[in-house]
């Protein structure tokens, strides 16, 4: 599929949603607000460790059958300037790719990261089996400086499942991203998957395990493999907290991380 057409699906996507929402006014609608840390580390393919961590501020916005979100991540990153933090958070965490520089003292820099938007659209539910499919379009805005990313856009599609087997929830995505490349940043569009299954240990908390998945996205990079598991729980009706550590398998993910996120929802 050609780069334009991944962005028009996207961009419809997103312009639909607003409609859609305006359309479903009488819908009961939530809106939530959520920040956290995620820390991060790796070689990355590298000599030298590159130490992350992402503060992100995250709004979410449902009604009806449509979500929206937006994240807005401040970045503090700890290396040698030889790896790109990219946009792609999968909710839990950054992830990073490993790029090419002359840049060689380790040094500690801060700022805004790459903001990201999403719209996701349910198109099968049943309430009574607790069984979904949606399709979100997901937009990675090129907003942090090029210490951190490639300060170009990237573009996703992704269709997902989920199903509720007794205290049992295995879920299943599979997607697309546009990743924006240029000259100085040649990078290749990527297929990327996840799945994963959470287990409720009560009516207040759960736990579960992800395995995710992505292509290649650059020459100097791999594929990204990953696996984390994660705990939720509800501190009271509108208050969750999740936390997750998560472990690497190849040189574009990093070593390990860890995270924590506090949500309310109104």
């Known amino acids: 599929m050609k780069r334009k057409d991944i962005q028009m699906m996207v961009a419809t996507m997103f312009a639909a949603s607003l409609v859609s929402a305006v359309a479903h006014a009488d819908d009961e609608s939530y809106l939530t607000l959520s920040t956290g840390f995620d820390y991060s580390t790796g070689k990355y393919g590298t000599t030298a460790t590159t130490n992350t961590t992402s503060i992100p501020v995250t709004a979410n916005y449902e009604r009806g059958d449509w979500s929206l979100r937006l994240t807005v991540p401040y970045l503090i990153v700890t290396g040698e300037g030889d790896v790109t933090v990219s946009g792609r958070t999968g909710g839990r965490r950054a992830t990073t790719t ?9 040094t500690t ?22 069984t979904g499919l949606g399709l ?22 992704q269709l997902y499942s989920y199903t509720q087997i007794g205290d049992l929830s295995p879920s299943l995505s599979i997607g697309y991203e546009v990743v924006g490349s240029s000259s100085t940043t040649p990078m ?5 998957g996840a799945i994963g299954t959470s287990y409720s240990l009560s009516d207040a908390t759960s736990i579960g395990v992800d395995y995710r998945y992505a292509q290649q996205a650059s020459v100097t990079g791999s594929e990204q493999k990953d696996a984390s598991i994660y705990a939720s729980h509800r501190l ?11 472990q690497g398998f190849t040189d ?4 390990n991380g860890v995270g924590l996120s506090v949500s309310l929802t109104y």
């Open 98 to 106: 490993t790029t090419t520089t002359t840049t060689k003292t380790r």
């Open 136 to 157: 979100t379009g997901r937009i990675k805005f090129g907003t942090a400086n090029k210490s951190f990313g490639t300060g170009l856009n990237d573009y996703s599609l």
């Open 236 to 246: 009271s009706d509108d208050l969750y907290l999740r936390g997750y550590v998560m």
């Open 109 to 130: 820099q801060t700022g805004l990261g790459d903001i990201v938007t999403m719209a996701s659209y349910d198109l099968y539910m049943n309430d009574d089996a607790d």
């Open 252 to 255: 574009s993910s990093a070593d």
């Open 188 to 192: 290749s569009n990527v297929f990327f």
